[in-house]
């Protein structure tokens, strides 16, 4: 999407060529900048805020990215990471365990390169599991996980000798066009554009995508992604040609294994139909619990203490060189980051590999020389207390061992509960809020906690510290109407606004990004009001006044899940918002006056 881009006194403004929302990028949001390439260019930027969103940007030129860079550096970002600090400091915390292999590896493929915003350069995550056909999965059990050591097509042992002897054919080719560029033990890549659309077929949008990539039809049916276990099986020992590696989706997002939207994918020639995706038996069919427990699995001390040396071959001094010979770790030399194609002279040749590239994938950037540090694996902490054991025999899971179930209240692995701390408040507490300082907040009913917090660095830490920075409770439910705000306690209660008498509301909610605030109302309405900080005014906040009214009446049916509603605005700016209903509820939306 092609849109103007200006950098103001206080953040970044992208304006859109037709009536959509101008996006606003504040510079005490930007948590970190890294360099990127598009369609094989190194002219792109990717920014990332505090709040986990990001923007991919793709300029003209590489001079004018560098000129974007150094302006936005000129405004001094308070919370941005400088590019020294971004791996160090989550190589570190890793190391320490402050941070969860799965953050780690999505920071590693961040400053490697690889983006959700580009499939060519999807993040690339590791098959971490083998076992895909045992009824029960002990995670205490060794032999149920993939040789992290070694890449995913010499999983077996007999495999090796083959890569090898190939890596030699080539190496004295004199038949193999691609020759001249150097010998490699892999002709294809573990991750390109066409494994993640493999991959992700079943959802929207990526099906439409996957279909533009096949020219409008689907793949043959036994071609199409339908069993864990034959994935497992083609890349690590059937196919001589499949190397893939997982992506993300394979450790947090069920949905993409489940056939929601009954796509006909054909019927494979042993005359099943392809649906939902095969899952291993112990998952008795349930995607969500496949989730959960795999990303146990890539949670687990086996994984974290053999995960450095993956990092070896997709990102370190494996990658390149004599080290990937000796570890049959070699692709073809065209498909690795960098490549400058325009110092390929010969038009025919720049177009070959170009369109190689494109079909084949490309390595991450390198970013280790040398062996990837360990983690400092703890052995398993015994979670039962000096206490003595718990007294639950609750198992919730009958065929999956070894699992850690946290230390929370009611964990099937902790002990039976006991009071630690006591008091009595002058009202009843409705419920409690978790701020993101750790704090913990009773609220009675009809009252809200307003906060807005605010980022900085901290040298030695990789997380931002998280600090307090405004925050008011706002009360209703008055016999005159008024809904009032007390943000000082040296300051007398503020009366922000007046409810309707024949609406009145009964809940209220704040997102975390403090852009908006969200009324509900007896009828089922919801009003919503633009919130901003106004530190010149009394009371600290001030609120629009037209607000963006949402009412129980129309066709958008909200079944008890997450859905987001895109909603008429009658030439306004086009806005989203989420709902949850236990109920069918009937949700039509008016854009505001302004």
Same mark, same amino acid.
């Given at each position: ?66 000129q974007v860079y150094k302006r936005i550096l000129a405004n001094e970002p308070p919370c941005l990471l400088s590019n020294d600090q971004k ?33 060519m350069q999807y993040p690339v995550f590791p098959f971490v599991l083998a076992d895909y056909h045992s009824s029960s999965l002990d995670l ?304 009675? $009913?009809?009252?809200? *906690?307003? =906060? ?5 660095? &901290?040298?030695?830490?990789? #997380? %931002?510290? @998280? ?9 209703? $439910?008055?016999?005159? *109407?008024? =809904? ?5 306690? &040296?300051?007398?209660?503020? #009366? %922000?606004? @007046? ?96």
């Open positions: 999407m092609r849109r103007e881009f200006l950098i103001g006194s206080n953040g970044l403004y992208f304006f859109p060529e037709h009536d959509e929302e101008v996006i606003r990028c504040e510079f005490s949001s930007v948590r970190e900048i890294h360099n990127r390439r598009y369609l094989l260019r190194d002219v792109a930027m990717e920014i990332f805020l505090t709040d986990g969103q990001s923007l991919l940007l793709a300029f003209e030129s590489t001079d004018q990215r560098a791996l160090s400091l989550a190589t570190a915390a890793w190391q320490r365990g402050e941070i969860t292999n799965f953050e780690y590896l999505t920071h590693v493929n961040k400053c490697a390169g690889r983006t959700f915003n580009d499939l205490n059990n060794t032999n149920i996980y993939r040789k992290l050591h070694k890449p995913m097509p010499i999983q077996h042992e007999n495999k090796e000798a083959y890569f090898r002897e190939k890596y030699h054919e080539v190496e004295t080719s004199d038949c193999d066009p691609m020759a001249e560029f150097g010998p490699y033990h892999f002709g294809s890549l573990y991750s390109n554009s066409g494994i993640v659309l493999h991959f992700l077929i079943r959802m929207l949008p990526y099906t439409k995508m996957f279909l533009r990539y096949q020219d409008d039809n689907f793949d043959l049916p036994d071609r199409t992604f339908h069993s864990l276990a034959t994935t497992w099986s083609l890349s690590s020992r059937e196919s001589n040609t499949d190397v893939k590696e997982l992506i993300p989706e394979f450790f947090m997002m069920p949905e993409f294994l489940e056939n929601q939207n009954e796509f006909d994918f054909g019927v494979r020639q042993n005359g099943k139909t392809i649906g939902d995706v095969e899952l291993p038996p112990w998952c008795h069919g349930d995607a969500r619990l496949f989730i959960l427990v795999h990303r146990q699995i890539l949670e687990s001390s086996h994984v974290s203490g053999h995960l450095h040396h993956w990092m070896d071959l997709i990102f370190g001094y494996k990658q390149k060189g004599r080290a990937a010979v000796d570890a049959i770790n070699c692709f073809r030399p065209m498909l690795y980051y960098g490549l400058d194609l325009e110092a390929i002279k010969d038009p025919n040749d720049r177009k070959a590999v170009e369109s190689m590239i494109k079909s084949y994938g490309q390595t991450p950037k390198q970013l280790f020389v040398n062996q990837h540090p360990k983690r400092q694996v703890q052995q398993k902490i015994d979670e039962l207390s000096s206490h003595g054991k718990s007294s639950c025999n609750i198992k919730p899971l009958w065929d999956v061992f070894g699992l850690n179930w946290g230390q929370y209240v009611g964990s099937p692995g902790m002990p039976d509960p006991q009071v630690v701390w006591h008091t009595l408040c002058k009202k009843t507490i409705a419920r409690l809020v978790a701020l993101e300082t750790g704090e913990m907040v009773g609220l009675s $009913d009809s009252v809200h *906690l307003l =906060v807005a917090y605010s980022y900085s660095n &901290d040298p030695s830490l990789y #997380n %931002l510290r @998280v600090n307090l920075s405004w925050s008011g409770i706002l009360t209703w $439910d008055y016999p005159d *109407l008024t =809904v009032r705000l007390k943000s000082n306690i &040296d300051h007398p209660t503020i #009366n %922000l606004m @007046v409810e309707d008498l024949y609406d009145k509301i009964t809940c209220c909610a704040t997102p975390s990004s403090f852009r908006h605030i969200f009324f509900g109302h007896a009828s089922g309405g919801v009003t919503v009001y633009r919130l901003r900080r106004a530190p010149h005014r009394i009371t600290g906040i001030s609120l629009q006044k037209s607000p963006i009214s949402l009412r129980s009446s129309g066709s958008n049916h909200v079944h008890g899940r997450l859905r987001r509603l895109q909603y008429p605005s009658n030439g306004q700016r086009r806005r989203k918002l989420h709902c949850v209903g236990h109920q069918p509820v009937y949700i039509r939306a008016f854009a505001d006056a302004n």
